[in-house]
């Protein structure tokens, strides 16, 4: 995905967010106060931290490291790897190091590092999330002709009313979750290709159901890794601290 899903929507699904609401904890965060910022730089930073993974060197090829493509022959899927060295990591073992490093810093008391590894880390849920970053055979050009479609679409497809927000409980290890999640969401991913294949697209009345199903895939997965944060790091007791540690009087 690109800016508009990984900075506008990602943010405004933090915002929506009333039942674990991580927005102050990650605003918080990302300036400390001596820098003395106004709350829109300071959205803009949560936005740039958010997106930073894909910010430098970010062509039209996506690195391995943002995607876990899979391909299926028979009843089995293979994950396949790109050609360049040191390209053997995925999203998803990204993502399950950022969840660890998080309870590290947690215990460390590093609140504010928790705070900037969180809004980093968002960034590898969209990308999981993301049709094109986890079936193969994606040609460069159409990745880029759908996920500019749903940047362009994203504020007429998301319904905040369908998320459900504060499941704790949901994520158990949050590698197997996602790699769940992806392998569910395949028949439906490969069909999408498929029809950008043929040239078609998500501005089709015909491809409307499979867009509006994306792009809650991506929020309600947004949602469900914030409320598995939540249980680690408590944003409404982790604030009090925070602030604390920025020389912040409650
Ligand atoms: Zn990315």
Request: net charge positive; hydrophobic share 35%; glycine share 6%.
């Amino acid at each position: 995905m690109k800016k508009g899903i990984h900075r506008e929507m990602a943010f405004q699904v933090i915002q929506d967010d009333a039942a674990t609401a991580p927005s102050e904890f990650l605003l918080y965060g990302v300036a400390k106060p001596e820098w003395k910022k106004d709350l829109p730089t300071k959205i803009r930073w949560l936005k740039d931290w958010m997106d930073m993974p894909d910010d430098s060197r970010h062509g039209s090829k996506t690195r391995n490291d943002h995607s876990y493509k899979l391909r299926r022959t028979g009843k089995r899927f293979s994950l396949e790897f790109g050609r360049g060295k040191g390209e053997q990591s995925t999203v998803v073992a990204r993502l399950k190091y950022s969840a660890r490093d998080l309870r590290e810093w947690k215990v460390e008391e590093e609140y504010r590092v928790c705070a900037l590894e969180l809004a980093k880390s968002i960034h590898w849920v969209i990308d999981f999330s993301s049709p094109a970053h986890t079936v193969a055979g994606w040609p460069d050009k159409l990745h880029a002709k759908a996920e500019s479609d749903f940047d362009r679409l994203w504020r007429e497809l998301y319904k905040p009313a369908e998320i459900v927000f504060g499941r704790r409980q949901l994520v158990k290890d949050v590698y197997r979750w996602a790699k769940g999640f992806i392998e569910s969401r395949y028949d439906r991913n490969l069909g999408l290709l498929e029809a950008y294949q043929r040239g078609e697209s998500i501005r089709d009345a015909a491809l409307q159901g499979t867009a509006r199903e994306v792009i809650r895939d991506v929020a309600q997965n947004l949602a469900d890794y914030l409320a598995y944060c939540d249980r680690t790091l408590s944003f409404d007791k982790t604030l009090g601290p925070l602030k604390r540690s920025l020389g912040i009087e409650d």
